[in-house]
């Protein structure tokens, strides 16, 4: 398959870390990539441990940096949020949910376990209308950032081993397990079909 041709999504809970971090090492490797968030709002850490900052996905990036700067600075700057939305904003303009795109892909990766039972429920609720499949396949990682860029480097690694592949649907069982062996993580995987 070539790799202007292999369609890529990555959905995590809110479009943010996990998703993007993936989203920004796949487009510099030359794939075609979406990124999404699954969860009903995007929720950020707030200045208490259970009390989060929550946006709704029409929020753009720049509109949260600049909220979270008025509110606290030196936190935000500190535990890397604003270098997260920087990075964020030079990809696109704000999160965008799952549910809410129609757009087709090969392969969608999801970010931790949570995140895969619902694009898989989404999935599934979807009228079918071409029987294209679409594989989707959990690369489980933790949400910070140095979970979010070892897993985003396992996510490409698969990807690039989909491109060299001549027939995806008959080793992409077998790729997964040479990339689980070589990294000990183990990935869920299914097949749905739009």
């Known amino acids: 398959m070539s790799l202007s041709s292999l369609k890529v999504a990555v959905v995590c809970m809110s479009n943010m870390n996990r998703s993007m971090e993936a989203h920004s090492i796949l487009r510099k490797k030359g794939f075609s990539v979406r990124s999404f968030g699954a969860g009903s709002r995007v929720r950020l ?45 030079r990809i696109k303009p704000r999160p965008e949910r799952f549910q809410e795109c ?14 895969y039972d619902r694009v898989i429920e989404e999935l599934w609720v979807r ?33 690039e081993r989909l491109q060299q592949a001549e027939d995806m649907e ?17 990935f869920l995987h299914t097949v749905c079909f739009y």
């Open 170 to 186: 008959g080793s992409l069982a077998e790729l997964l397990l040479a990339v689980e062996r070589k990294t000990g993580r183990s």
């Open 45 to 89: 850490p707030g200045t208490a441990r259970n009390l989060p900052v929550v946006y709704d996905f029409s929020t753009t990036y720049e509109q949260m940096r600049k909220d979270l700067v008025r509110i606290d600075r030196e936190r935000y700057t500190s535990n890397g949020i604003l270098h997260i939305l920087g990075r964020n904003e």
């Open 127 to 159: 009228e079918q209308e071409t029987c294209q499949p679409v594989h989707v396949i959990n690369v489980d990682m933790d949400d910070n950032t140095e979970d979010a860029t070892l897993g985003s480097l396992i996510i490409c690694e698969v990807c």
């Open 102 to 115: 129609r757009d087709r892909f090969d392969v969608i990766f999801t970010c931790e376990e949570s995140v």
